[in-house]
């Protein structure tokens, strides 16, 4: 295969893949109403005691102002609500609420039965091969 004709199917697969990837992780967040990436937002306030925006920004590698819109949604929903910081007005802390807790359990439940239905077809190498490959383009894209 030359170079042009692998560059061709890279494509063609990204393209493909890529949106089959996004539909297929992000369908039971849809039927929650809420994206995949606010999701992800409430799973990592669930998995840490304070998280400031900026922190949030820096670890989903997007930036503030696209945090602050998806955190001003699940404000919205009830999801989750700010707190200031006693000792500088400027921060404010994020928390899940009863519903968000809530809301993150059943999503992670959902994630992990697709995921199981995923890994069960491929089967271990095949899925453990994927996860390798993955972790190697973010590696290469991220370097």
């Known amino acids: 295969m030359t170079d042009n004709e692998l560059f061709s199917a890279f494509e ?6 890529g ?11 849809k039927a929650a109403g809420i994206s995949h990436e606010q999701w992800l937002i409430m799973k ?5 005691e304070q998280w400031l925006l900026a922190d949030l920004a820096k670890m989903l ?10 955190i001003s949604g699940l404000i ?13 007005r400027r921060k404010k ?3 899940l609420t009863d519903s968000g807790e809530a809301i993150v359990e059943k999503l992670d439940q959902a994630h992990q039965d697709r995921f199981q239905k995923l890994a069960k ?4 190498q095949r899925s453990e091969n994927l996860l390798s490959a993955i972790q190697t383009i973010e590696s ?4």
């Open 19 to 29: 949106q089959f990837i996004n539909d297929f992780v992000g369908v039971p967040d």
């Open 121 to 124: 077809t491929l089967g271990k």
């Open 44 to 48: 990592a306030i669930k998995t840490h």
């Open 61 to 70: 590698r997007v930036s503030r102002p696209a945090v602050s819109a998806k």
């Open 12 to 17: 063609q697969e990204y393209f493909f893949v």
């Open 76 to 88: 919205k929903f009830g999801y989750i609500r700010q707190q200031e910081d006693p000792t500088d």
């Open 140 to 143: 290469a894209i991220t370097a």
């Open 93 to 95: 802390f994020l928390y």
